[in-house]
């Protein structure tokens, strides 16, 4: 796979320092029965990197000393970690929104039958990814039969409440673009998606969010492999709008891995970009890629307020446009 991370280093993006930090995002792992071409991750069923139970207990200690009231839970397909149950469960009993970021067709693989109804028992919030209402875009992303496998898991979840109104059980949608554009405008495609889906199956949903795809892992490789890397970043930096700034995620939220170490955001963990203090005791390692990270556990006693945020070139694809994040567009 051809690596974008040393073109992406060298940055005018401006600075930018964490405020109050509300949210955990945690990769479970890699692990996921499906390889899109727009997973920033580059996630699939051979990935054996998963977060061990020891590390969950960490997380829970973090958000009691830190009073942390969001818990985003992401993969690969986060629900294919062996303690994915215990941690959600656990978050529950703290009356911690949680989150859970799925891919949908997880939840008619084998093994996980009864994971939309443990969803709904814990009244987790789902974040599911539909690249597209059209069949053939959606096969294009993430592969041959994908779509009709969502369909199906959205009415299973439908049924279980998801989407309905007032039922008080979230389902929100997600969009990447197929390629190397911006996304359209996140209302209007809200509209489009709910028409579709509504008058072809039948499915309700609350949201719809537009995310930008990253200039990293696999749809960098992509990039770069069809020469259309410097075109997409020229155009993410002309679409920059400072008024994206003040909300951008990272300034709320840190990202942790699978063995526990910290970033200030998804894709800085993809870019192995981790979070930087000036006065940090980082854990002792003879290994190169482990040197210089902040593990969660040097964090257990100390704010992050205030901290600078590490960014790159990529950051202007959450600037882009309307903006962009884990929760959608950021001008909405």
């Known amino acids: 796979m051809l690596d974008t ?16 930090l509300e949210t955990l995002q945690v990769n479970l792992g890699y692990k996921c029965n499906l390889s899109c071409t727009h997973c920033h991750v580059a996630a699939g069923p051979n990935r054996k990197e998963l977060m061990d139970e020891a590390t969950i207990d960490l997380l829970l200690r973090f958000i009691d000393v830190h009073q942390i009231t969001t818990l985003d839970v992401t993969g690969g397909a986060p629900e294919m970690n062996p303690h994915f149950r215990y941690l959600v469960t656990e978050a529950r009993k703290r009356n911690i929104r949680v989150i859970d970021r799925c891919n949908l067709t997880i939840l008619l693989e084998p093994g996980y ?11 987790v919030e789902v974040v599911a990814s539909l690249p597209c209402y059209l069949e053939d875009n959606v096969d294009k992303q993430r592969g041959k039969g994908v779509y009709n496998d969502s369909i199906e898991a959205l009415k299973k979840l439908n ?40 008058e072809k199956f039948g499915i309700e949903f609350n949201q719809l969010f537009t995310i ?11 990039l770069l492999s069809t020469g259309q890397f410097e075109t997409y970043m020229e155009l993410l930096r002309n679409a920059y709008s400072a008024e994206n700034l003040k909300n951008v995620m990272c300034r709320s939220l840190i990202s942790i891995d699978w063995q526990g170490y910290v970033y200030d955001c998804d894709f800085n ?9 000036p006065d940090a005791v980082y854990i002792a390692s003879d290994k190169d890629n482990e040197r210089n990270k902040v593990h969660l ?4 006693d100390r704010s992050l307020s205030g901290h600078s945020i590490a960014v790159a070139d990529h950051c202007f694809g959450c600037t882009a446009g309307q903006g962009s994040s884990c929760g959608g567009a950021l001008d909405e």
Request: aromatic share 8%.
């Open 5 to 20: 991370r040393p073109l992406l280093l060298e940055t005018e993006f401006p600075s930018l320092k964490r405020a109050t």
């Open 113 to 123: 039958e009864t994971m939309a109804e443990f969803l709904a028992e814990q009244a």
């Open 159 to 198: 049924a279980q409440g998801y989407g309905r109104k007032d039922s008080g059980l979230m389902l929100n949608l997600v969009y990447n673009p197929g390629g190397a554009f911006l996304p359209p405008p996140q209302q209007s495609l809200e509209a489009a998606y709910k028409r579709e889906l509504g």
């Open 212 to 222: 930008t795809n990253m200039p990293i892992s696999r749809f960098g490789s992509v």
């Open 269 to 277: 963990q993809m870019l192995d970009m981790p979070l930087q203090l």
């Open 297 to 300: 556990s040097d964090l257990i």
